[in-house]
């Protein structure tokens, strides 16, 4: 059986689950029907979505940096996505949703721009330092929004954003991450470009390939998706970091073929995540962001310390 099948049937199983998951009872005629419209369909929606694009454009950002150690939530992308909100709530307050979605992308990617002039500067001989360093700058961002949020008394507010959770996603408030779902299907055609601009710039030129243009589409893939999930559910650590490397070490490193496969472990990683966060202290919940922080680093530290099986 195919991974992609074995992927897609245990989604479904999860997704199903999912549905069933939650403190309302289920229970017949019209108020059911609404109980799933209205929360459980967006918000199952909602999770399927963001940790297919996070761990698709966590993919595609550790082949811009070549370095395996690297996440849009950690290295500053998030970070800036949320900069650009809480700039628009203090100085636009009643700007619309798509004003914010546009602040928090273009502020996003000037902070992956940022990483990125930072990282090519770093021994490629030294991949951990890439990532420490990526620590270091998306926290130093991340410690301007909390200094700005403080004295502009918003601390209440960006917790929203810092703390990604999917208990409020409603119908009407999470479809601008279909947006992201989109983006992360037009990644997809540009697998093979993603593919040989992980070989180098000199690489990538000889062989005919707009360096340029291919690595800005990347950087606002990565962007875009992003500032969509701070913006609707707030940040998601680790699936753009422990996916694709759980992916990579199993099927190798063959962008096309491996991307559908990691679109969809990004998905039940995260749906998994908020089921058990539903369940753990039922009837409250746990926000996933906290559940896959104490997963992810779990997982960080056995993708550091276990030897890589390459695939044939």
């Known amino acids: 059986m195919r991974p992609i099948a074995i992927g897609l049937a245990a989604l479904l199983a999860l997704s199903v689950l999912s549905l069933f998951v939650g403190v309302a009872e289920l229970g017949a005629g019209d108020e059911a029907w609404a109980l799933m419209t209205i929360s459980r369909v967006p918000r199952l929606m909602a999770v399927l979505i963001t940790g297919a694009g996070l761990a698709i454009c966590g993919s595609i950002l ?14 500053g992308t998030g970070q800036g996505a949320a900069l650009g909100i809480l700039l628009v709530t203090i100085f636009l307050p009643s700007a619309p949703v798509l004003v914010k979605m546009a602040v928090a992308s273009a502020t996003a990617l000037a902070a992956s721009v940022g990483f990125l002039l930072i990282a090519q500067r770093l021994p490629p001989t030294q991949p951990y330092l890439v990532a420490l ?44 991450l279909w947006l992201a779902a989109g983006v992360a299907a037009l990644s997809y055609l540009a697998a093979d470009q993603f593919a040989i601009l992980g070989m180098g710039r000199t690489a990538s030129i000889n062989l005919g390939l707009n360096y340029g243009q291919v690595m800005l589409f990347g950087l606002i893939a990565i962007s875009v998706v992003s500032a969509l999930t701070v ?82």
Not at 257 to 278: E, H, M, Q
Not at 284 to 294: D, H, Q, R, Y
């Open 133 to 176: 360093v990526g620590l270091i700058y998306g926290g130093i961002i991340g410690a301007g929004v909390t200094f700005v949020a403080y004295q502009a008394d918003l601390l209440q507010f960006i917790d929203i954003w810092t703390q990604g959770e999917f208990s409020g996603v409603l119908q009407g408030r999470y479809e601008l």
């Open 231 to 312: 913006v609707t559910v707030g940040m998601i650590p680790f699936v753009g970091l422990i996916v694709p490397n759980l992916v990579s070490r199993i099927h190798g490193d063959n962008l096309r073929r491996t991307l559908p496969l990691i679109g969809c472990s990004g998905a039940a990683l995260v749906l998994g995540a908020d089921i058990l966060g539903r369940l753990l202290r039922y009837p409250f919940e746990i926000p996933v962001g906290t559940v896959l922080g104490i997963l992810g680093a779990v997982l960080f530290l056995w993708l550091l310390y276990r030897p890589a099986r390459h695939a044939r």
């Open 62 to 75: 550790q082949v811009l940096v070549r370095n395996r150690f690297v996440d849009p939530m950690t290295v």
